[in-house]
């Protein structure tokens, strides 16, 4: 446990027994009014929660596609609210989501993602290390059949499946080099051969 860890704990700790303490008090004066509120205050509450998921959810539905242009050579992708460039590829003839990273060194494949485009990743050899927002982790090479992107289709790419429950699979710069240009245009990143 970290010192903020204990940090938070202590905080949660001292807001519990204030509001046990006062619902307590209240409970023994108006017990059938105090339960009521309870009841209201927890819908409220959970009705919040509803609405957050809900609403990241019609954003991430609502976000623009990827438009291709120029015989195919040229792929617009609309950068998401957060400032993400996302695409949906076709990796061995099953769509994967990337997230589109000039900051990552590979083209990674998180565990999930592996397994759907038909590698398991309990039969790979772990042999490098890879540094995540989640601390190291274990890569293991791959080769990709296919890869299709808008209207681009690459063979034999190389990438690495990251080890463990990593959700997210990125488009790094061993996939990237192979446009002539990668750039970003207003709110577009622009990807060309």
Do not use: C
Request: glycine share 10%; net charge neutral; aromatic share 6%.
């Amino acid at each position: 446990m970290t010192a903020n860890d204990i940090g938070r704990l202590a905080y949660l700790l001292v807001l519990l027994i204030a509001v046990g303490g006062f619902l307590v008090i209240e409970f023994r004066a108006r017990a059938g009014s105090t339960l009521r509120q309870l009841a209201a205050w927890g819908l409220i509450f959970v009705g919040a929660i509803a609405a957050a998921a809900l609403w990241q959810d019609m954003q991430e539905r609502s976000a623009p596609l990827m438009e291709v242009t120029d015989s195919g050579r040229r792929l617009e992708v609309p950068l998401d609210p957060a400032g993400h460039a996302r695409v949906t590829a076709e990796v061995n003839g099953t769509k994967v989501d990337f997230v589109i990273d000039t900051g990552a060194s590979m083209l990674a494949l998180g565990a999930r993602d592996a397994r759907r485009i038909g590698i398991d990743p309990a039969l790979l050899v772990y042999t490098g290390q890879a540094r995540t927002a989640n601390g190291l982790t274990g890569i293991a090479p791959v080769t990709l059949k296919t890869l299709t992107l808008g209207g681009i289709t690459d063979e034999n790419v190389p990438a690495m499946v990251i080890e463990g429950q990593t959700d997210q699979s990125l488009m790094g710069m061993t996939y990237l080099r192979r446009f002539a240009r990668v750039s970003i245009e207003g709110n577009h990143l622009i990807l060309e051969r």
